[in-house]
T-cell receptor, first 115, second 116 residues
């Protein structure tokens, strides 16, 4: 079974609009962490936002927010006021367990922001 | 990303040659992770190392691949007798903790291996 599922291979959004990138996860461990990374065409992995399983509030970082719905096991990334520079591949990832050290990544969503 | 240094950024090898990829973690970080990204895919965990120790190598192919993180110097991912299927981007990440959370894990810019 997939640990991390990103069901949208590609998404399009108009500049200045908001977009939601979906991510669902599968774990039986009560302690886990969820990450979102951006990978532009240049290839580097850029950390965007993190949500811990015990965090009471949804994480926010500037224009990025994480819609964390624990019961549904979803951790969708919301980008507000999209910019052309947001065009990139976006990956959701999970770290499992209190001693978990490695990240499991989804297959990614290619976001294109149109002018 | 700042601080995790990977080199070379791009490497071309002929089939059968050896590839060596280096990773210097962020200053103060003692935990290093290697991930592989095949074309059009997400990153896949390969190995987790601390200084002079391999903690988890469950993602490493059983043959031809090895990794080390010596007491002094960078972590090295070595691929012997490369084949075309080894062509991928190899990412190194480091953290100060064995349980990365938030922005405590940092990725390098990746090393792109092309096998011809």
């Amino acid at each position: 079974a997939q640990k991390i599922t990103q069901t949208q291979p590609g998404m399009f959004v108009q500049e200045k609009e908001a977009v939601t990138l979906d991510c669902t996860y599968d774990t039986s461990d009560p302690s886990y962490g969820l990450f979102w990374y951006k990978q532009p065409s240049s290839g580097e992995m850029i950390f965007l936002i993190y949500q811990g399983s015990y965090d009471q509030q949804n994480a926010t970082e500037g224009r990025y927010s994480l819609n964390f719905q624990k019961a549904r096991k979803s951790a969708n990334l919301v980008i507000s006021a999209s910019q052309l520079g947001d065009s990139a591949m976006y990956f959701c990832a999970m770290r499992e367990g209190p001693r978990g050290s490695r990240l499991t990544f989804g297959e990614g969503t290619q976001l294109t922001v149109n002018p | 990303n700042a601080g995790v240094m990977q080199n070379p950024r791009h490497l071309v090898r002929r089939r059968g040659q050896e590839a060596r990829l280096r990773c210097s973690p962020m200053k103060g970080h003692s935990h290093v992770y290697w991930y592989r990204q095949l074309p059009e895919e997400g990153l896949k965990f390969m190995v987790y190392l601390q200084k002079e120790n391999i903690i988890d190598e469950s993602g490493m192919p059983k043959e031809r691949f090895s990794a080390e993180f010596p007491k002094e110097g960078p972590s090295i991912l070595r691929i012997q007798q490369v084949v075309r299927g080894d062509s991928a981007a190899y990412f190194c990440a480091s953290s100060s903790l064995g349980q990365p959370s938030g922005n405590t894990i940092y990725f390098g810019e990746g090393s792109w291996l092309t096998v011809v």
